[in-house]
C-alpha cells in the first residue's frame, strides 16, 4: 500500500485547541417569576385537560354486559 505523505488531511483539526476565540458568549436568559408561574399554569392546565379527558371517557371504554339485560333494536323484533 501507498503511504500519504500528509499525516492527516485534516490536520487543522487537531490543533483546534490552541485557537482561543475572543468572542464572549451571550449571557444566560433569566427566567422572571411571572414566566415561571404561566409556565406553570399552562402545563397544570394541559395535565388537568389530559386527566379530564380520561375521567369522561373511561365510562365509554368500559364493556359492562350484564348477563340479564340485552339491548336489541326493534329490527330484530321481526315487524
Known amino acids: 500500500m501507498f503511504r500519504r505523505r500528509e499525516a492527516v488531511p485534516f490536520a487543522f483539526v487537531a490543533k ?11 449571557p444566560k436568559h433569566r427566567v422572571s417569576t ?30 359492562n354486559q350484564s348477563s340479564g339485560h340485552t339491548q336489541q333494536s326493534e329490527a330484530s323484533q321481526g315487524r
Not at 16 to 26: E, G, I, K, L, M
Open 34 to 63: 411571572s414566566e415561571l408561574v404561566s409556565r406553570t399554569l399552562i402545563g397544570l392546565t394541559v395535565a388537568a385537560g389530559f386527566t379530564g379527558a380520561l375521567l369522561f371517557g373511561m365510562p365509554s371504554l368500559e364493556t
Open 16 to 26: 483546534a485547541d490552541s485557537f482561543r476565540s475572543n468572542v464572549t458568549p451571550p
